[in-house]
T-cell receptor, first 102, second 125 residues
Framework: QLTQSPSFLSASVGDRVTMTCRASQGISNFLAWYQQKPGKAPSLLIYAASTLHSGVPSRFSGGGAGTEFTLTISSLQPEDFATYYC???????FGGGTKVEI | QVQLVQSGAEVQRPGASVKVSCRAS????????ITWVRQAPGQGLEYMGW????????SYAQNFQDRVTMTTDTSTNTAYMELRSLTSDDTAVYYC??????????????????WGQGTLITVSS
């Protein structure tokens, strides 16, 4: 089980934002983060908890291990307003998502 | 470039079955697994399972084990997901995605790096 918080996050362009994903049991660093925009398929941002997927801007960063993980956007850009999901890479469930809104 | 193209939207009756296709191009289809994920209207992502085109191995999420079948046809580079005994709760967008190995610090990770465009399945009488 993965629990994401907050469910909704209000922010402005240029803000630094951080969201959390908590696992019900330790999963080492077997975690991925995805971004999903309305009406579109998710896209991979990060795997192994902190490794940026090819082509993902460096303002995105992931951290954590065990049961607590974070996704940080260092300076929010207009195209970053979306919903973010974590996924456990052992048994593959998703968290409930964090929607980043203006 | 890697592409996954899914079949079109469908409306099905309660109790019926649906089979969604996902045609892959731009990479060696046989060596990457295909994952299926669904998303009910206004809801989050729900993992359904994955299937290997290489050896036919499957792994289904517990919620779907009794009524889902995932297959592949390597002659046409197409993956299929069949869901049976549909109810209104199965109304959702269904996505296929490539499950690819990424290596970091001597471990292998299998995130979903390319996704299909999604197929809306509506279950209604």
């Amino acid at each position: 089980q993965l629990t994401q918080s907050p469910s909704f996050l209000s922010a402005s362009v240029g803000d630094r934002v951080t969201m959390t994903c908590r696992a019900s049991q330790g999963i080492s660093n077997f975690l991925a983060w995805y971004q999903q925009k309305p009406g579109k398929a998710p896209s991979l941002l990060i795997y192994a908890a902190s490794t940026l997927h090819s082509g993902v801007p460096s303002r995105f960063s992931g951290g954590g291990a065990g049961t607590e993980f974070t996704l940080t956007i260092s300076s929010l850009q207009p195209e970053d307003f979306a919903t973010y999901y974590c996924q456990q890479l052992n048994t593959y469930p998703f968290g409930g998502g964090t929607k980043v809104e203006i | 470039q890697v592409q996954l193209v899914q079949s079109g939207a469908e409306v099905q009756r309660p109790g019926a079955s649906v089979k969604v296709s996902c045609r892959a191009s731009g990479y060696n289809f046989v060596i990457y697994d295909i994952t299926w994920v669904r998303q009910a209207p206004g809801q989050g992502l729900e993992y359904m399972g994955w299937n290997s085109p290489y050896n036919g191995l499957t792994s289904y999420a517990q919620n779907f084990q009794d009524r889902v079948t995932m297959t592949t046809d390597t002659s046409t580079n197409t993956a299929y997901m069949e869901l049976r005994s549909l109810t209104s709760d199965d109304t959702a967008v269904y996505y296929c995605a490539r499950r690819a190995p990424y290596y970091y610090d001597s471990s292998a990770y299998y995130p979903n790096d390319y996704w299909g465009q999604g197929t809306l399945i509506t279950v209604s009488s």
